[in-house]
Every structure is written in C-alpha cells, then in structure tokens.
C-alpha cells in the first residue's frame, strides 16, 4: 500500500531557532501534498496545500513567511518553521495526494515539535 | 462551505458492544466520505471510504454506508475489541482536492 513518512518524528529546540519537516512519499508519485496542525484533543486543522514545482497555497490565517513550505519533488515536501516559539509546539502531519484524480490521501505519522 | 460534524465523544463501551458513530455533512457537490482512525501518538490511518451514495465501506468489522438523502456517513461496529480504542474522524473530499475532518470522537473500550 501506499506509505508516507515524515522525518523527524519528534524535536525539540529552542525558541527562536528554524526546524525543518520532511514528508515522502514512498512508493507513489504525489503531486500534492498537505500540512496539518493538530493541538491535543483537536483535530486536523489544513494549515497548507503543497503542489510540486508551484508555490503553496496557504489557508487562511496561516503565515506563509512563518510555515514555509517547498515541493522540490514529486516524492518531497518540507515545512520549516521558521523563528520558532513555544506557541508553535504542536503534531504537525502530512498527507499525500496521488496522481489520478480523486485518490485518497494518505498520512505521514506525524511529527511532534516542542519549543522551549 | 464544507462541514463535518461528528457526534461528540468521548465514548466508553465494553468488550464485544455493539459501537456507532454518528457523521453528518455539508458539502456542495458529491463528495467523497472517509473515515479515519488515529491511534495514540501517530498520524491518520484510513479505516473505510465510499464515493458515492448507497456505497458501503468496510474494513475490520467496521462499515458505513453512504447516505445522501441524509447527508450521513455512521460508523459502526457489531462488536469492539479493546485494540479498537482510538480517534475516530470523519472526513470529506471534494474533486477540488482539500479534505474536511470532524472534531474527531475518542473511543474507549473496556475489557
């Protein structure tokens, strides 16, 4: 089956330093892919939508200089948090769409990111 | 816009009860209707999908049906095991591309 993974699963710096997110896809070409946030005991909030060799498109209320966000390839998206502070610590996940129109997302395991 | 509300949790039941989860949606067009689970400390995990109406999803004893005269997609379970114990969400997909989750309902089962 399908399979994305992130890297790294779990981190933890300092405020004020840049962390980067990797998500693969592994066995699929993705063309999109997608970063969540979820807080504990929340669900999955769409912070942006990744496709590869464009610009990501952000939601709303979602700052695009401080989550960026690069497709470089079809099997590769990064999120860098970029100045990081405690209010940034959450599970950041990825999901990946592939080819053929319509197809299910699958999910990354999740990275979960503490800033002290 | 798009919206998933799922019944609220969280829900406790014992080994080998019968389980449901209710999921109503809004959405223009025809979606496709998912459910995922989330174990503790990991990401998403497909469970069951349907993309049209009347459509049944199943996988490990769990299925939902596709309803589009009530806009429903309800999760159930003819008997729960303690490994079913989990976040269950409830999501939508439009051809557009972006999903839409339910809040999510915590299932725990006792043995």
């Known amino acids: 089956g399908a399979v994305v993974s992130q890297h790294p699963s779990w981190v933890i710096c300092k405020s004020g330093t840049s962390v980067k997110i990797e998500c693969r896809s592994l066995?699929?070409?993705?063309?999109?892919m997608f970063w969540y946030r979820q807080f504990p005991k929340q669900s999955l909030m769409l912070m942006a939508t990744?496709?590869?060799?464009?610009?990501?498109?952000?939601e709303q209320g979602v700052e695009k200089d401080k989550f960026l966000i690069n497709h470089a390839s079809l099997t590769l998206s990064t999120l860098t948090v970029t100045s990081a502070h405690p209010e940034d610590s959450s599970f950041y996940i990825c999901?990946?769409?592939?080819?053929?129109?319509?197809?299910?997302?699958?999910f990354g395991p999740g990275t979960r990111l503490l800033v002290l | 816009g798009n919206s998933v509300t799922q019944m609220e949790g969280p829900v406790t039941l014992s080994e080998e009860a019968f389980l449901t989860i209710n999921c109503t949606y809004t959405?223009?067009?025809?979606?496709?209707l998912f459910w995922y689970v989330q174990y503790p400390g990991e990401g998403l995990q497909l469970l069951l999908k349907a993309t049209k109406a009347d459509d049944k999803g199943s996988n490990k004893g769990f299925e939902a049906t596709y309803r589009k005269e009530t806009t429903s997609f309800h999760l159930e379970k003819g008997s729960v095991q303690v490994s079913d114990s989990a976040v269950y969400f409830c999501a939508l997909d439009t051809n557009a591309g972006k999903s839409t989750f339910g809040d999510g309902t915590t299932l725990t089962v006792k043995p």
């Open positions: 066995d699929f070409q993705a063309t999109t």
């Open positions: 959405a223009t067009g025809y979606p496709s």
């Open positions: 990744s496709n590869e060799g464009s610009k990501a498109t952000y």
């Open positions: 999901s990946a769409r592939a080819l053929t129109v319509g197809e299910t997302q699958y």
